[in-house]
């Protein structure tokens, strides 16, 4: 069965923009979560989507937001693009807390 | 609040040494424990995972058991490959409600030489 995809792979943007990052999960999966990963704060955990409803949220500024839709796919956005926010994004899936399916990632780098 | 603290990296090894790396948590429920790996450019992938005290995660010759007593969640490998040069990650996830996430440690990044 198919995996969790994540895209774009790879994105560069100018401090100030905003982005856009989309995930699918894999199918009958209701549950999205988002983690941010950078080499001097490791892997957080940025939000969590559950049927479309956001269940729990992590500690980070409010330029960061994320939906879901009705079919489980989810994106995230940052707004007003800072160095800082240069990472690996990944999105996870799952049926329940026994199993978070990773996807691949998509690396933002904010120049 | 929940964490995760891991033995700091990096490790290197030869082939077919033995492998341990330590894990240790606090929460403040009862929570499943797993440890993924990271290969470069890609995402984590489960490796492992214990859902209750003394249950026994294994998978590819890795092995770890959740250990209450000690708050720990070992990783070993009898015998390591090349192919298993990359990061490993120990992780924990509680069944409250509203909680529903993995709390990450570090990393450690591993390093087999031939």
């Known amino acids: 069965k198919a995996g969790v995809t994540q895209t774009p792979r790879y994105l560069i943007k100018t401090r100030g923009q905003q982005v856009t990052l989309s995930c699918s999960p894999i199918s009958g999966h209701r549950s999205v979560s988002w983690y941010q990963q950078t080499p001097g704060q490791g892997l957080q955990f940025l939000f969590e989507y559950f049927s479309e409803t956001q269940r729990n949220k992590g500690n980070f500024p409010g330029r960061f937001s994320g939906r879901q839709f009705s079919n489980s796919r989810s994106e995230m956005n940052v707004s007003t693009l800072e160095l800082g926010d240069s990472a690996l994004y990944l999105c996870?899936?799952?049926?329940?807390?026994?199993?978070?399916?990773f996807g691949s990632g998509t690396r933002l780098t904010v120049v | 609040g929940d964490s995760v603290t891991q033995m700091e990296g990096p490790v290197t090894l030869s082939e077919e040494a033995f492998l341990t790396i330590n894990c240790t948590y606090t929460?403040?429920?009862?929570?499943?424990l797993f440890w993924y790996v990271q290969y470069p450019g890609e995402g984590l992938q489960l490796l492992l995972k214990a859902t209750k005290a003394d249950d026994k995660g294994s998978n590819k010759g890795f092995e770890a058991t959740y250990r209450k007593e000690t708050t720990s969640f070992h990783l070993e490998k009898g015998s390591v490959q090349v192919s298993d040069s990359a990061v490993y990650f120990c992780a924990l996830s509680l069944s409250n409600f509203g909680n529903e996430k993995l709390t990450f440690g570090t990393g450690t990044r591993l390093t087999i030489i031939p």
């Open positions: 929460a403040t429920g009862y929570p499943s």
């Open positions: 996870a899936s799952s049926l329940d807390i026994y199993g978070y399916t």
